[in-house]
């Protein structure tokens, strides 16, 4: 006699597939993508054309991203491009970059590296890297960031993430993977709570700009990255 299984385990023996996360899908191909590009200018497109390569290079990346948010709609606040939460923002950016320039500066004042640090220098050079810095932490934490949370929904993964990322694009400078490790959780960590990028980048350009007026150049092998730093390694 033929035995007729109940239609209910059909139904209910075999899970089905989850559905495919494009979103994710397509959030970690953009970051491939970014990153890989990134890299390829540092390491490969900046020594061949000695730097004259530059601005086209960083026109050709905000195009990108551009792209990317207008397809994501995501709007100029979720950018962190506002100024109504500026003050907080820099506030809390303020405190977490002073021990840093605290260390930083008493290092510098003891080994006798600050004499050219006066507050023209200082606001002249604030100045100078502030579109440096406001470029870096768009790409940082406006746009790896924002694709990192599409990636994980654990603010931990993020901030790690983006940690990561500021570390690596400084290789092979060690004071600068280790300040930009620090430098890139923490800014993740507040761009997640008040999203500002100009109050980020000025506390950011301020931060640079102590480091580069109070430590020897033995030690920040003039902020240079990837084949650069390598031959200043080598030629001590």
Not at 8 to 23: A, E, F, H, Q, Y
Not at 39 to 57: D, E
Not at 138 to 162: E, K, M
Not at 176 to 204: D, E, I, K
Request: glycine fraction near 8%; aromatic fraction near 10%; hydrophobic fraction near 50%.
């Amino acid at each position: 006699m033929a035995t007729v299984l109940p239609s209910r385990i059909g139904r209910t023996g075999l899970s089905r597939p989850k559905p495919l996360d494009t979103t994710a899908l397509f959030a970690g191909a953009e970051l491939a993508v970014l990153l890989g590009y990134l890299f390829s200018y540092i390491w490969i497109i900046a020594p061949m054309t000695h730097g004259r390569a530059q601005w086209p290079a960083y026109v050709l990346f905000v195009a990108c991203t551009l792209g990317s948010h207008v397809l994501r709609r995501e709007s100029l606040a979720d950018l962190g491009l506002r100024l109504d939460n500026f003050s907080r923002t820099l506030a809390e950016a303020l405190i977490m970059i002073s021990p840093t320039i605290l260390v930083v500066f008493a290092f510098g004042l003891a080994r006798g590296e600050t004499q050219h640090m006066s507050p023209r220098n200082m606001v002249i050079s604030v100045l100078g890297l502030f579109p440096w810095a406001l470029f870096q932490q768009y790409g940082l934490v406006a746009v790896f960031g924002r694709r990192l949370r599409l990636l994980s929904d654990r603010p931990f993964v993020t901030d790690i993430g983006c940690a990561t990322i500021f570390a690596l694009l400084h290789l092979p400078n060690p004071l600068l993977m280790s300040v930009t490790f620090g430098a890139g959780y923490c800014m993740s960590v507040l761009f997640r709570r008040s999203p500002n990028l100009f109050a980020l980048a000025l506390a950011h350009a301020l931060a640079s700009s102590f480091i580069h007026h109070s430590l020897p150049f033995s030690m920040t092998l003039s902020m240079s990255v990837g084949p650069g730093c390598l031959l200043r390694i080598a030629t001590g």
